[in-house]
T-cell receptor, first 114, second 112 residues
């Protein structure tokens, strides 16, 4: 069992659909993250949560809506997405957001918007 | 804007050779540096981290940090075909963003 689990692993959705990505970490960490990885582009930070409080929103469009009900779970709610939103969405966690802590990634959710 | 730069490659080396991967970053106010490996279709996995100037060795891997030159590198000794992957450099700055900033990665190909 990996420390950070993401579901679903693959998702195809239409531009008018509403779906959610789920992440769960089993490492006892206090910080969780959403990153987006598009082809030939660096990993882009989307959101940072520390102890269930959003501490950073990296200018992400409102069609992406995060939710962190507790320190072990993180969701990314998706609605009215665009084809350019197709990418690998990676959840990660770390002990804290202090920078010296290693972040651990989940396996990712491959999203295709049609 | 704080940035992390890597040559996209591919960097091709023969099996058994030393692979040298380089990374530069734009701001001196950085705190910690990480190297991740990402196989095609998989998520990044940590190889090693370095905080202080100099070299840090872990098995076949050596990270080198030069803060004055804003440069961090990863050396892979005795390269194996299984080392073929994309290597991501990541930097944490002690001001501003509370998360790692990643470079776009260097693709390494180790030829048998």
């Amino acid at each position: 069992e990996t420390g950070v689990t993401q579901t679903p692993r693959h998702l195809v959705m239409g531009m008018t659909n509403k779906k959610s990505l789920k992440c769960e970490q089993h490492l006892g960490h206090n910080a969780m993250y959403w990153y987006k990885q598009s082809a030939k582009k660096p990993l882009e930070l989307m959101f940072v949560y520390s102890l269930e409080e959003r501490v950073e929103n990296n200018s992400v469009p409102s069609r992406f809506s995060p939710e962190c009900p507790n320190s072990s779970h993180l969701f990314l709610h998706l609605h009215t997405l665009q084809p350019e939103d197709s990418a690998l969405y990676l959840c990660a966690s770390s002990q804290d957001t202090g920078g010296a802590d290693t972040i651990y990634f989940g396996e990712g959710s491959w999203l295709t918007v049609v | 804007q704080k940035e992390v730069e890597q040559n996209s490659g591919p960097l091709s080396v023969p099996e058994g050779a030393i692979a040298s991967l380089n990374c530069t970053y734009s701001d001196r106010g950085s705190q910690s540096f990480f190297w991740y490996r990402q196989y095609s279709g998989k998520s990044p996995e940590l190889i090693m981290f370095i905080y202080s100037n100099g070299d840090k060795e872990d098995g076949r891997f050596t990270a080198q940090l030069n803060k004055a030159s804003q440069y961090v590198s990863l050396l892979i000794r005795d390269s194996q075909p299984s080392d073929s992957a994309t290597y991501l450099c990541a930097v944490f700055w002690d001001t501003g963003r509370r998360a790692l900033t990643f470079g776009s990665g260097t693709r390494l190909q180790v030829q048998p």
